[in-house]
């Protein structure tokens, strides 16, 4: 069965303290990784996704890699309007849905 | 503003009434789907429409019942709720089932009374 583990569960960031958000995952068959940023009483907002290994994506302060067994979600130089909930999801052979991980509550104070 | 729109966007509701949640979408996406979600919690799989056909129902109780009357449009109909049934409940779409992302609408806050 598909698994994603993200941790940590919760993290604290000063205003342009650099850090990254990780995405374990078991897969039978990678058919993508995705990236969501939510925001609390919203819908997830789609980020990012990836495919295969050695893939790299970016936006604004954001870059998501990707290996056989991780994903990583980098957040340079944060701001305070980058705090909300980083979930990960993976869509493997076996499923017609995505497996959503517990996600990451990020803040980031001024 | 997302471009899969649910509505209404709060909804409150009696153990014995009958209401419905409907969801929008005109990015052609031939996929769409129903999740569920608690505080702090991940997203919940409920249903998948593919083709304006059920593909999957993750073992949902019958007083959940979906329907898609068209490629662009999703309708929950709800029917004798429980307390625990209150959540937000977010309604997808993506261009097909494969590995396209999902894209979210805000969701219907739901509370049952």
């Known amino acids: 069965e598909d698994q994603v583990t993200q941790s940590p569960e919760a993290l604290r960031l000063q205003e342009g303290e650099s850090s990254s958000l990780n995405c374990s995952y078991t897969v039978s068959g990678l058919r993508g990784l995705f990236w969501y940023r939510q925001d609390p009483g919203k819908g997830p907002e789609f980020l990012f996704t990836l495919y295969s290994a050695g893939e790299e994506k970016e936006k604004e302060r954001l870059k998501a890699t990707l290996t056989k067994k991780e994903s990583f979600l980098h957040i340079t130089a944060p701001k305070p309007e980058d705090s909300a909930t980083y979930l990960c999801a993976v869509r493997g052979n076996n499923n017609n849905d995505m497996r959503f991980g517990a996600g990451t509550r990020l803040t980031v104070k001024p | 503003d997302t471009e899969v729109t649910q509505t209404p966007k709060h909804l409150v509701m009696g153990m014995t009434n009958k209401k419905s949640l409907k969801c929008e979408q005109h990015m052609g996406h031939r996929a769409m789907y129903w999740y569920k979600q608690k505080a702090k919690k991940p997203p919940e799989l409920m249903f998948v429409?593919?083709?304006?056909?059920?593909?999957i129902n993750e073992s949902v109780p019958s007083r959940f019942s979906p329907e898609c009357p068209n490629s662009s449009l999703l309708n929950l109909h709800l029917h004798a709720l429980q307390p625990e049934d209150s959540a937000l409940y977010l309604c997808?779409?993506?261009?097909?089932?494969?590995?396209?992302?999902?894209?979210f609408g805000d969701g219907t806050r739901l509370s049952i009374l």
């Open positions: 997808a779409s993506s261009q097909q089932t494969g590995g396209q992302p999902q894209h």
């Open positions: 429409y593919s083709y304006e056909k059920l593909s």
